[in-house]
């Protein structure tokens, strides 16, 4: 017979339940270094008590551990808050269950952090209580960072789910440079980033608005209401209500193209990954490939994100742009080659190639010109508390930000468009 939990209405013996529970334990072990040792009833009485949106205790159940670690959660007004994070939430669960056994496991001597030791008396409510918030606020960074990577609206990453990524995620949102582009971020509003859309006029393409004219095809229904003689004098006169109809036109990709030069530490780098971010969030809104690169006197990897946006990308992409850091010297015009090498190579055309630097190197102007009218491409140059006369003739847009906040983040993804 399995272990009997603290639930009604859960099989234990189930392998989904088993899973949960294993996931949670597992995730746990790695977080707390190999400290928690607790079996998967207790991982998933956690887990359902976070995720389902009416547990019940079973008051029958022998498991005391398991029912007071629940009861914890359901008398608490931090658990109260937590179980808003995570109900119906399959990956918020996990994470908050897992922090929480891991949190619960500090506060107990390492050769006794097990399932039994965990509803020890020697954890008062107050030890629980600060796990709850510990779990609580790691919780939020992660969801911050989720809602930031699907596009500032959840289901847009949808070839594979973002809870095979938990660890991940959770490593990225305890970066200290992810939390500050989170803060950032924090006055950029997803409609602020919202896709536009281009059209070309077709007469079978999707409806899109009015307008006035004679193309019987396109006839709104009201102007079918006219009298005859008020519809034939439109009709002459070219005043008949038509649908407006146009098929949407696909955008390029965007490429940006990040100086991480030693002249850009600090603020300067801190803002410029903002402004990716945000770019990649116009990007999966917009259905556009995502491309990054990173440059000092020479460029770095190349980090692609396509759309439909996969997961496993996404987290790749989110990684590097948390772990590089300023150093080197600056090369400009090797990465804006490289950069449209790159495009010609993947047969992209109509691209954007936006490039944030604070400019401290002179551009060869010709190759720059020529690439970029070989890949039908344009360049928008973002100089972060700088200037660069010869950037500024090449570049079909060009801007330059004195101050690094995120109304300054709007204007250069307004640029994109």
Not at 68 to 88: H, N
Not at 197 to 203: G, I, L, N, P, V
Not at 346 to 359: K, M, N
Not at 393 to 410: E, F, I, N, P
């Amino acid at each position: 017979m399995p272990a009997r939990g603290a639930l009604k209405g859960i099989d234990y013996s189930s392998p989904l339940v088993k899973y949960r529970g294993e996931r949670v334990s597992r995730l746990a072990r790695i977080i707390s270094s190999g400290a928690v040792e607790a079996d998967y009833v207790t991982s998933a009485d956690i887990f359902y008590t976070l995720y389902l949106p009416a547990p019940l205790v079973n008051e029958e159940s022998e498991d005391v551990v398991s029912r007071r670690l629940v009861y914890s959660i359901l008398l608490s007004s931090r658990g109260a808050a937590l179980r808003g994070r995570t109900v119906l939430d399959a990956l918020a669960s996990t994470i908050a269950a897992s922090v929480l056994l891991a949190e619960l496991s500090k506060k107990l001597d390492a050769s006794s952090t097990t399932s039994r030791a965990l509803g020890s008396p020697r954890l008062d409510e107050e030890e629980i209580e600060e796990a709850l918030s510990e779990a609580l606020r790691q919780v939020d960074l992660v969801k911050k960072v989720r809602f930031l990577a699907e596009g500032l609206q959840p289901g847009t990453v949808s070839v594979s789910s973002f809870e095979d990524y938990g660890l991940e995620l959770l490593k990225l949102a305890r970066e200290a440079d992810i939390q500050e582009i989170l803060r950032i971020l924090e006055g950029v509003k997803h409609w602020d980033l919202r896709a536009s859309k281009k059209y070309a006029r077709s007469k079978r393409g999707e409806k899109h608005g009015y307008v006035l004219g004679t193309d019987i095809e396109r006839l709104a229904p009201r102007s079918l209401a006219y009298p005859d003689e008020l519809f034939y004098a439109r009709l002459a006169s070219g005043k008949l209500v038509l649908y407006e109809k146009g098929v949407q036109i696909s955008s390029g990709p965007v490429y940006v193209l990040v100086d991480k030069s030693g002249s850009m530490e600090g603020e300067k780098m801190l803002w410029a990954k903002a402004v990716a971010l945000a770019l990649y969030v116009k990007c999966i809104r917009s259905g556009r490939d995502f491309y990054l690169r990173f440059f000092d006197s020479q460029p770095h990897p190349l980090v692609k994100v396509s759309t439909p946006a996969k997961s496993s990308d996404v987290v790749r992409a989110f990684d590097y742009i948390a772990r590089v850091k300023s150093a080197g010297g600056t090369d400009i015009t090797r990465a804006l080659v490289r950069a449209f090498l790159d495009l010609e190579e993947s047969g992209s055309e109509e691209a954007s190639v936006v490039l944030i630097t604070d400019g401290i190197d002179r551009v060869s102007e010709r190759p720059v010109v020529e690439l970029s009218k070989k890949t039908k491409s344009r360049l928008v140059t973002v100089m972060v508390k700088g200037s660069n006369q010869s950037l500024k003739k090449v570049s079909a847009k060009y801007m330059a930000v004195t101050r690094l906040t995120s109304s300054g983040v709007l204007k250069v993804v307004s640029l994109v468009d």
